[in-house]
């Protein structure tokens, strides 16, 4: 029979044993308060571009006609970025630009300025579009879908409403490499988009509520509508812009 090995420490291991749990123990101490240095910094770092982001203009955007605009970034690779301004409401109907929608009396909505890329060109956003309709169209965030496709704006409509659609004439698009260097200019904030920002009831306040940073201040619904004019300096030029006059130059 195989003798039993003695497996008792000498006294020196033992001691040595006993020591090894403490500096472990710091080891492990260390290592946690490393990981959570690493993860506030992760935290304090700006949110990554990419579709459904919003971009928030800031005071360093330069150029007058850009001030207090809020962009959705509907694509974003490296062939370049576009998106569309859903801040920019404006007094034009759609049938303005496009007679055929007359007919669809339902479509009692304005048009926002979604960019100066082809000013007279539509395109919309929709919130919980019924799925057949909206099949080959992206979807920009959870329950958001963007499309140009005009011919399914009266099932969306007898579908959802038009509070859960909002137009756009125009988009915004940059070249590749173009907003990473607005971005390390610091001429926008990005902040995670949703639909409730998307279709906020009064898109003219939504630059006032992401304008730190990202971060939605607390501003009351109900606040004035002048509050907003206030702060701009460019409102007029920003609100006023005659689509119907552009379309009839564009032909």
Do not use: C
């Amino acid at each position: 029979m195989m003798a039993l090995m003695n497996t008792k420490p000498a006294l020196g291991t033992f001691r040595s044993s006993l020591r090894r749990p403490g500096r472990t123990s710091a080891r492990v101490a260390l290592l946690f308060i490393g990981v959570a240095l690493s993860l506030s910094a992760l935290a304090q770092q700006p949110p990554r571009v990419g579709q459904g982001s919003l971009l928030v203009a800031t005071e360093e955007i330069g150029d007058p006609s850009w001030a207090q605009t809020v962009v959705l970034v509907l694509q974003h690779g490296q062939n370049g970025t576009w998106g569309v301004a859903i801040n920019r409401p404006t007094e034009v109907e759609p049938q303005e630009l496009v007679p055929d929608l007359a007919e669809l009396a339902e479509l009692d909505l304005r048009v926002f300025r979604g960019g100066p890329v082809q000013p007279t060109q539509l395109l919309y956003l929709v919130r919980n579009p019924p799925t057949d309709v909206m099949r080959n169209a992206p979807r920009i965030l959870e329950n958001v879908y963007a499309s140009g496709d005009l011919s399914a704006l009266p099932r969306i409509v007898e579908a959802g409403g038009v509070d859960a659609l909002r137009l756009f004439a125009g988009y915004v698009e940059w070249a590749p490499g173009q907003l990473d260097r607005e971005l390390a200019e610091k001429r926008w904030t990005v902040t995670p988009g949703s639909a409730d920002r998307i279709f906020a009831p009064d898109p003219a306040l939504l630059w006032l509520r992401l304008r730190n940073a990202g971060d939605e201040l607390l501003v009351d619904e109900t606040t004035p509508r002048d509050a907003w004019d206030r702060e701009s300096s460019n409102d007029g030029a920003a609100r006023t812009f005659d689509y119907a006059a552009t379309a009839r130059r564009a032909d």
